[in-house]
């Protein structure tokens, strides 16, 4: 693997050691995911539909499945005609993880979908963070005299993932799931209006670029004591939305 070397200031090196220890990571792990996270697509490592079950699994987890199926058989009334099915039905599952049939465990797990890794699952907090900041800094420039153009505030607005892509997709499902538990209530009407959240076209490579202008801008200011320093100037959030643009194809319109 080629080795880069880069040359840090001591105070840029401490609290690059202090994150990484906080993070539990080397500084070497720590500073590869960031350059990792800025200039490569972010690509699900799971691209399975919804639904999957394992080869295998161990002679504990079939014996405890296998006792759940049976007391649901016992419990069940034999005319049982919901989605747990009818007794007989349980007893089968059961007889199929006593047996070992692998090749039969899809019906075990249906519905069981792959994790959102811890890491993606920040991605989203963050995300949704970074465009809440954005969201009261434009209404705190309106208050103050400061007029926003519509296309700052509009590049500026939570657009939901694309369904069509699975890591996607499943962000999208999370991003639901918090604002129905009563957070990040300002995208209810995204999650709940008519896309349904769904941005039909790629957006996480497009709110990781923002994000990571964002973290710079955060990480260039002193700390936050008062309500007002979390907001940002035109300035930083015209320097975000220019991020929705690849640089690429900036480049190429220069």
Not at 12 to 30: M, N, P, W, Y
């Amino acid at each position: 693997m080629p080795t880069i070397t880069v040359r840090l200031d001591d105070e840029t090196r401490d609290a690059l050691q202090q994150r990484a220890g906080e993070d539990g990571v080397t500084i070497s792990d720590f500073v590869r995911d960031l350059i990792h996270e800025r200039v490569v697509s972010v690509r699900s490592d799971d691209d399975r539909p919804d639904g999957y079950a394992p080869d295998s699994l161990t002679p504990k987890d079939r014996h405890v499945l296998s006792l759940l199926h049976r007391i649901l058989a016992r419990v069940l009334p034999e005319d049982a005609n919901d989605v747990d099915g009818d007794p007989d039905y349980q007893l089968e599952r059961a007889q199929v993880l006593e047996a070992g049939y692998t090749e039969e465990y899809g019906v075990e797990f249906a519905g069981i979908s792959p994790e959102l890794s811890k890491r993606d699952s920040q991605r989203v907090v963050d995300i949704l963070q970074m465009f809440r900041i954005a969201h009261y800094s434009l209404l705190h420039l309106e208050k103050s005299g400061t007029p926003v153009s519509e296309g700052l505030a509009s590049a500026l607005r939570y657009r939901g993932f694309d369904h069509n892509r699975a890591l996607e997709h499943k962000m999208s499902a999370y991003v639901k799931h918090l604002v129905d538990d009563d957070r990040w209530a300002e995208q209810v009407d995204v999650v709940h209006g008519p896309s349904g959240g769904n941005s039909h076209s790629p957006t996480l490579d497009v709110y990781m670029r923002m994000l990571a202008e964002y973290r710079r801008i955060v990480a260039g200011r002193g700390p936050a004591i008062g309500r007002n320093d979390y907001l940002l100037s035109e300035d930083q959030l015209q320097a975000i939305a220019a991020e929705r643009i690849h640089p690429e194809n900036r480049t190429a319109g220069r």
